[in-house]
């Protein structure tokens, strides 16, 4: 659970982020496929064309982080995308290079607007989202 000062600084955050949403999924998946090439192929391009696809992840992400105080409100929705993770082969150890460069694309899109402080509280909503989507990610392993 996320202090109420992190949680505050989040949900601030978000208008700003979700006017520049189209913005930061461009840097986030530039970054992305530069830095970790080997990740790429687990996407399909020509979703990533007609551009449809590719909002959805920073989509969800700003989602969950709506939801950062009680992230039990979006189980379901996680455990649709998380079915598609599955599929797709997605592991924990792939979340912290898309934290990595959802971080650096917030700040490059907000640029100083995004003081040391709000990339912190950033930097904990983002573990905070992934552990609970490898979570049922986990389980859904199980399972299968
Ligand atoms: C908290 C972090 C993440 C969120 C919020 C998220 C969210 C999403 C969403 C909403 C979709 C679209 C599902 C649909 O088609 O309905 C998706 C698809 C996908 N995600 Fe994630 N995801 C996250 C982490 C990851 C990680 C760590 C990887 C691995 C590198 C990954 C790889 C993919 C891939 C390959 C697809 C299919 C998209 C395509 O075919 O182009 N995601 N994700």
């Not at 007609?50 to 700003?62: C, F």
């Not at 409100?73 to 959802?102: A, D, F």
Request: net charge negative; charged share 30%; proline share 3%.
């Amino acid at each position: 659970m996320l202090d109420s000062k992190t949680i505050e600084i989040i949900k601030s955050t978000i208008p700003a982020l979700k006017n520049c949403g189209e913005d930061i999924t461009k840097v986030f998946y530039r970054e992305l496929f530069t830095r970790y090439p080997q990740v790429q192929s687990m996407f399909d391009m020509e979703k990533q064309k007609n551009g449809k696809q590719p909002k959805a992840l920073a989509a969800a992400v700003l989602n969950a982080a709506m939801n950062i105080d009680n992230l039990e409100n979006i189980r379901k929705s996680v455990e649709k995308i998380g079915k598609i993770h599955v599929e797709l082969n997605v592991t924990k150890e792939h979340y912290p290079l898309v934290g990595e460069c959802l971080l650096i694309a917030i700040k490059e899109v907000l640029q100083d607007a995004a003081t040391d402080e709000i990339m912190e509280a950033w930097e904990k909503a983002y573990g905070e989202i992934a552990e609970f989507y490898i979570n049922i990610e986990e389980k859904l392993y199980k399972q299968n």
